[in-house]
């Protein structure tokens, strides 16, 4: 885990400018740090790296490294999970290895297949930059789900990338213009990454599975952005017995976790107390007995506080739980929010950040540098609610609607999901739902923005609909903020439900294989049964990794952010993004809702909170 930083342009950047831009993505990489620079052709180049040792803790692992005929120069953040069978693989071809990094051995299967094979067999997560001086070509490549970021613009005679938005923006020492698309997607349905555009027009970040190459033999700078893969989804698994699909899904399952857990450094899990985090931990230790340490966020609140279900894996796998208190302190978490803000380098989609960014600190103090999360789960095997109101308007669409009928009523006697529907939340997905005219509070510059349809689609699939999930509406907006709020304190998170033969295979597998005798991710639960306690595999009240933010904005935090946020002088207005008036009126509305009730949700009113504190963290650094 690590951050890149790189310049190509007529004219050599200034040592002082290339510090500065370097230095605000140092939290990436404390370890160590390295400068490549190059001349080809007309072009000038400079590649530059800052490095959080992982795996191979020596200097042989130092980046940006070049190959040893000259021939390629790779500048890398991630890792490669199965850097040991690439390793031997290329070791038969008659490749050999002066360190055990698996920068070293990336470099060398790229050197020996090219980019395109290369890519096909790589479990891992990235993003790269590969220099050939020779062929004079330069590739930059993210990996399947965008886990780790890379933003780039280029204006035709110079070509800028970063891990960071903000060493972009110091790289580039310019102003750009808020981006109305990005901005309305998020205000108006709380989406984030949901393509290649950022906050600012003319900066953009390379989208999951793609590569971007550079000719640089030609006179200009035209870079060329193709997608290298995507999973296929062809039903091969409809005629499987659900027991099998959970066998083949604890053998996939079990292997990612074994190749996440390889490590030189200390490592750890975030353990929420529902399935998906618990069933990390399980196989970890009871599978592999893995020295790891258990960590998680719990909360004041006895509504929102999940440690006693934490507890109960923490007994059940004879290990100690290192918990943090998110602190109900209204001038701590604004504080926070706002130093969140900047290392994000957008707004902050959740209170929830803060909880995790404190969970991370937790680690650092106790030494652990890689940390295992559960995200992704939820979306390769229907573990959010929506999913069930989407299976059920999928089977009425195809005249099936006494299947509907008895998926529902099995859910309603389970009561494992149809108890916690929210109509605040849910709107987002159900179009035939028209805004609550409390909530229309936009200003002029996004007012006319269409929204995303969201919800699924005439004629969709549910797997089609989870693919949108990875790719565009959950995803991304996840990885993103685990990204930054990790690397805020040069820790690394590693998601062993995205490596990316089980995310295929769970796409494949029949939703009621998923949704079944009225239980979210059914056939999942079976599969790890055998590493949990029942009172976790067949829990039916998961919150999620949550915390009381939206009682808190109705009371404790309520003065404070109209008199802080919501102000006259509120950049939101500024820039015609909201209109104050409409929004107070929301936002009064809003606090007068009985908890878990009503049709404004709470990120109706943390989402303009989020977008000022953002704006006044960058505000140097737009052109409007």
Same mark, same amino acid.
């Given at each position: 885990?690590?951050? @890149?930083?790189?310049?190509?342009?007529?004219? +050599?950047?200034?040592?002082? &400018?290339?510090?500065?831009?370097?230095?605000?993505? %140092?939290?990436?990489?404390?370890?160590?740090?390295?400068?490549?620079?190059?001349?080809?052709?007309?072009?000038?180049?400079?590649?530059?790296?800052?490095?959080?040792?992982?795996?191979?803790?020596?200097?042989?692992?130092?980046?940006? #490294? @070049?190959? +040893?005929?000259? !021939?390629?120069?790779?500048? /890398?953040?991630?890792?490669?999970?199965?850097?040991?069978?690439?390793?031997?693989?290329?070791?038969?071809?008659?490749?050999?290895?002066?360190?055990?990094?698996?920068?070293?051995?990336?470099?060398?299967?790229?050197?020996?297949?090219?980019?395109?094979?290369?890519?096909?067999?790589?479990?891992?997560?990235?993003?790269?930059?590969?220099?050939?001086?020779?062929?004079?070509?330069?590739?930059?490549?993210?990996?399947?789900?965008?886990?780790?970021?890379?933003?780039?613009?280029?204006?035709?005679?110079?070509?800028?990338?970063?891990?960071? @938005?903000?060493?972009?923006?110091?790289?580039?020492?310019?102003?750009?213009?808020?981006?109305?698309?990005?901005?309305?997607?998020?205000?108006?349905?709380?989406?984030?990454?949901?393509?290649?555009?950022?906050?600012?027009?003319?900066?953009?970040?390379?989208?999951?599975?793609?590569?971007?190459?550079?000719?640089?033999?030609?006179?200009?700078?035209?870079?060329?952005?193709?997608?290298?893969?995507?999973?296929?989804?062809?039903?091969?698994?409809?005629?499987?017995?659900?027991?099998?699909?959970?066998?083949?899904?604890?053998?996939?399952?079990?292997?990612?976790?074994?190749?996440?857990?390889?490590?030189?450094?200390?490592?750890?899990?975030?353990?929420?107390?529902?399935?998906?985090?618990?069933?990390?931990?399980?196989?970890?230790?009871?599978?592999?007995?893995?020295?790891?340490?258990?960590?998680?966020?719990?909360?004041? =609140?006895?509504?929102?506080? !999940?440690?006693?279900?934490?507890?109960? #894996?923490?007994?059940?796998?004879?290990?100690?739980?290192?918990?943090?208190?998110?602190?109900?302190?209204?001038?701590?978490?604004?504080?926070?929010?706002?130093?969140?803000?900047?290392?994000?380098?957008?707004?902050?989609?959740?209170?929830?950040?803060?909880?995790?960014?404190?969970?991370? &600190?937790?680690?650092?103090?106790?030494?652990?540098?890689?940390?295992?999360?559960?995200?992704?789960?939820?979306?390769?095997?229907?573990?959010?609610?929506?999913?069930?109101?989407?299976?059920?308007?999928?089977?009425?669409?195809?005249?099936?609607?006494?299947?509907?009928?008895?998926?529902?009523?099995?859910? /309603?006697?389970?009561?494992?999901?149809?108890?916690?529907?929210?109509?605040?939340?849910?709107?987002?997905?159900?179009?035939?739902?028209?805004?609550?005219?409390? %909530?229309?509070?936009?200003? !002029?510059?996004?007012?006319?923005?269409?929204?995303?349809? @969201?919800?699924?689609?005439?004629?969709?699939?549910?797997?089609?609909?989870?693919?949108?999930?990875?790719?565009?509406?959950?995803?991304?907006?996840?990885?993103?903020?685990?990204?930054? #709020?990790? #690397?805020?304190?040069? &820790?690394?998170?590693?998601?062993?439900?995205?490596?990316?033969?089980?995310?295929?295979?769970?796409?494949?597998?029949?939703?009621?294989?998923?949704?079944?005798?009225?239980?979210?991710?059914?056939?999942?639960?079976?599969?790890?049964?055998?590493?949990?306690?029942?009172?976790?595999?067949?829990?039916?009240?998961?919150?999620?990794?949550?915390?009381?933010?939206?009682?808190?904005?109705?009371?404790?935090?309520?003065?404070?952010?109209?008199?802080?946020?919501?102000?006259? =002088?509120?950049?939101?207005?500024?820039?015609?993004?909201?209109?104050?008036?409409?929004?107070?009126?929301?936002?009064?509305?809003?606090?007068?809702?009985?908890?878990?009730?009503?049709?404004?949700?709470? +990120? =109706?009113?943390?989402?303009?909170?989020?977008?000022?504190?953002?704006?006044?963290?960058?505000?140097?650094?737009?052109?409007?």
């Amino acid at each position: 885990m690590c951050g @890149i930083i790189g310049y190509i342009g007529l004219n +050599k950047i200034s040592p002082e &400018r290339w510090r500065n831009a370097a230095a605000r993505q %140092l939290h990436r990489g404390p370890d160590s740090q390295g400068d490549y620079n190059s001349s080809i052709g007309h072009w000038e180049m400079k590649l530059g790296h800052q490095r959080l040792s992982i795996i191979d803790l020596s200097q042989s692992g130092h980046q940006p #490294m @070049i190959g +040893k005929s000259a !021939e390629s120069i790779l500048s /890398f953040n991630g890792e490669i999970y199965n850097y040991l069978e690439i390793r031997d693989e290329l070791q038969k071809e008659g490749k050999a290895f002066e360190g055990n990094s698996d920068t070293e051995i990336l470099l060398s299967a790229l050197e020996t297949w090219g980019v395109a094979k290369t890519q096909q067999k790589l479990d891992g997560m990235w993003a790269w930059t590969l220099l050939e001086p020779l062929k004079k070509r330069l590739t930059l490549s993210r990996d399947r789900f965008g886990e780790k970021p890379l933003f780039w613009t280029c204006d035709g005679t110079s070509l800028f990338f970063a891990s960071e @938005i903000k060493s972009l923006l110091a790289l580039t020492q310019k102003r750009f213009p808020l981006n109305a698309k990005t901005i309305s997607n998020f205000a108006k349905q709380s989406l984030a990454n949901v393509d290649e555009q950022t906050y600012y027009e003319g900066i953009f970040q390379l989208p999951p599975a793609h590569n971007l190459s550079l000719d640089l033999n030609q006179p200009t700078l035209a870079p060329l952005v193709t997608k290298y893969w995507e999973p296929h989804l062809e039903q091969s698994h409809h005629s499987q017995s659900i027991d099998a699909c959970a066998e083949e899904i604890q053998h996939l399952f079990k292997c990612s976790i074994e190749r996440r857990l390889r490590s030189d450094v200390p490592v750890g899990i975030l353990l929420s107390g529902g399935i998906d985090s618990s069933a990390i931990a399980g196989v970890a230790i009871k599978e592999f007995g893995a020295d790891v340490q258990l960590l998680s966020a719990t909360s004041a =609140d006895a509504r929102f506080d !999940e440690s006693s279900f934490i507890d109960r #894996m923490g007994r059940y796998l004879k290990r100690p739980v290192n918990k943090v208190q998110l602190e109900l302190n209204p001038t701590t978490l604004f504080e926070e929010l706002e130093v969140a803000t900047w290392f994000a380098d957008s707004p902050v989609w959740s209170l929830s950040n803060i909880a995790h960014r404190n969970l991370i &600190r937790k680690a650092k103090e106790l030494g652990v540098t890689v940390i295992l999360s559960g995200q992704g789960a939820d979306e390769i095997f229907c573990g959010y609610k929506k999913y069930l109101g989407f299976y059920i308007q999928h089977l009425a669409r195809t005249k099936r609607k006494p299947k509907a009928a008895a998926t529902l009523f099995r859910f /309603f006697l389970n009561k494992s999901i149809v108890n916690q529907f929210n109509l605040a939340e849910a709107k987002r997905y159900l179009p035939f739902i028209k805004p609550s005219k409390s %909530l229309d509070y936009f200003g !002029e510059y996004i007012a006319d923005k269409p929204t995303e349809n @969201i919800g699924l689609k005439p004629n969709q699939s549910i797997e089609s609909r989870q693919l949108e999930d990875l790719w565009k509406y959950s995803v991304p907006t996840l990885t993103q903020s685990e990204d930054r #709020m990790s #690397m805020s304190h040069s &820790r690394e998170i590693r998601l062993p439900f995205l490596e990316h033969s089980l995310v295929e295979l769970a796409l494949n597998l029949p939703t009621e294989h998923k949704l079944s005798n009225g239980w979210t991710k059914h056939v999942f639960r079976r599969a790890v049964s055998q590493y949990l306690p029942k009172e976790i595999t067949w829990r039916k009240d998961k919150q999620g990794f949550v915390n009381p933010q939206s009682e808190w904005l109705k009371s404790e935090l309520r003065e404070k952010t109209i008199r802080t946020f919501f102000n006259t =002088d509120s950049l939101i207005f500024k820039y015609k993004l909201i209109d104050r008036k409409k929004l107070l009126m929301t936002y009064d509305a809003f606090c007068k809702q009985r908890p878990n009730s009503g049709r404004i949700w709470f +990120k =109706d009113i943390f989402n303009p909170i989020a977008l000022e504190i953002w704006l006044r963290t960058n505000e140097s650094t737009i052109s409007n």
